[in-house]
Structure formats: C-alpha cells, structure tokens
C-alpha cells in the first residue's frame, strides 16, 4: 500500500534555530516528492519538487533532501523565523498516476 | 490576478441539509480536485476531475457529489448522507495531472455541523 509517513508530528523550536523534518514513503513506482508548507486555516504552498534523479533542492533557507533508494526525504529550515511555524506537508506522487498521496504533515512551531 | 478561489471561508450547516462549496480557477488548468483535511490526518482525496464533463470517485466520495460544466469551476455538495461532514475542505488544480505537477490550493472553506 503506498503510504507517505512524517515525523515528528509536532516540533517546537527557538527563533533562529536550525530543524529538520522527516519523509518516509512506500510509493512505487515513484515520480516525484514536494514539501508543501501551510499556515493555519490556509492552502498548502509547494516549497520543493524532485525527481528519484535529485537528491537536493534548495529555496531559500529551505533545503530538501531525497534518498530514492531508502525511500526517505528530509526538509532542512535554517536560521528559523516566526513566520515558519506551519504544517509543513510531505507530497509523492506515484510513476504512471497523478493520485498523488499526502502526508499528515508535520506542525512547527517557532518561539521568540 | 491569477488563481484559485473558494467560498465561502466558513459554512455552518444543519443536519439534514445539502450544501454546496464553491471552487474557481482561471490559471487555465485542467485538472481540479477536492480534498478534505481532518486534524492529524493527510488530505484525502474526495473527487477529481481531468478534464471538463467528466470527473472520478477518489478515496471518499460517499456524501459527496460534483460538477464539472466549466473549466473554470468544480463546485462540491456535502449532501445530507455524509454523516461527519466537519471538516476543512480544500480545491486545487494543476496543469499537468499526468506527472505529478503542481497542485495550487485555494485558501479552504472551513464547514462546521451545527
């Protein structure tokens, strides 16, 4: 069964501090992963895209991560600010299909 | 001014009644879909729709039914059979539906069961 999985569920973390959040999934076979970012009450954002041939994308203090033959994927925040604090949504997409398969997201919380 | 659009942001419904959620697009896509999110839970796919006139079952469609007349829009009724219909309810569309592009989400509409 393609599955998407997250962790943690929850992270809270002082302003300025590096995180990192993590992406397991069971998709095969697969076409591409993106990390979405949603702020409370609002639609998803996409933040990065790979293919299985990427296994680094950056924007801004964003950096994502993919290990196609572990099947994992990582988002990197750098030098945190307020604003980060959101859900931040792990998204693949199957080869072959475009029912891609969501995961429960990740809720970061940002401190002063 | 490019996008997706919802409305409205809150609904309140009463048991028994149909309701309908509004979806519009003019990025000129032509896939669209609806999603619903519950707390702690992914998005789960409800409908989508490929291409105008025509649309499929997702993941929980019982409840649920759809139109596609109109590139443009893809509205959603959450009829009186979907028995837990609280939730926060979220229309995307992409331009390539084949290979995974990129969903754009409008800002949701939050439907409360009075």
């Known amino acids: 069964k393609n599955q998407v999985e997250q962790s943690p569920q929850s992270l809270i973390i002082l302003e300025g501090k590096n995180c990192t959040l993590q992406?397991?999934?069971?998709?095969?076979?697969?076409?591409?992963l993106r990390w979405y970012k949603q702020d409370t009450g609002r639609g998803p954002v996409s933040l990065t895209i790979?293919?299985?041939?990427?296994n680094t994308k950056s924007n801004g203090r964003y950096t994502a991560t993919l290990d196609a033959d572990t099947k994992q994927s990582s988002l990197h925040i750098t030098a945190s600010q307020l604003s980060d604090s959101a859900s931040y949504i792990c998204?693949?997409?199957?080869?072959?299909?475009?029912?891609?398969?969501f995961g429960a997201g990740t809720r970061l919380f940002v401190k002063a | 001014d490019g996008g997706i659009t919802q409305s409205p942001k809150y609904l309140f419904r009463k048991e028994g009644q149909n309701v309908t959620l509004s979806c519009e697009q003019n990025?000129?896509?032509?896939?669209m879909y609806w999603y619903r999110q519950d707390p702690g839970q992914g998005l789960r796919l409800i409908y989508y729709?490929?291409?105008?006139?025509?649309?499929q079952k997702g993941d929980i469609a019982e409840g649920y039914s759809v139109s596609r007349e109109k590139k443009e829009s893809f509205p959603l009724t959450v009829t009186s059979a979907q028995k837990n219909p609280t939730a926060f309810y979220l229309c995307?569309?992409?331009?390539?539906?084949?290979?995974?592009?990129?969903?754009?989400f409008g800002p949701g509409t939050r439907l409360t069961v009075l």
């Open positions: 992406c397991n999934y069971t998709v095969s076979p697969f076409s591409n």
């Open positions: 729709s490929q291409i105008v006139n025509d649309f």
């Open positions: 790979m293919t299985f041939s990427e």
């Open positions: 998204v693949v997409t199957p080869g072959g299909g475009f029912k891609t398969i």
């Open positions: 990025l000129n896509h032509d896939a």
């Open positions: 995307a569309s992409t331009s390539n539906s084949l290979t995974g592009g990129e969903q754009f």
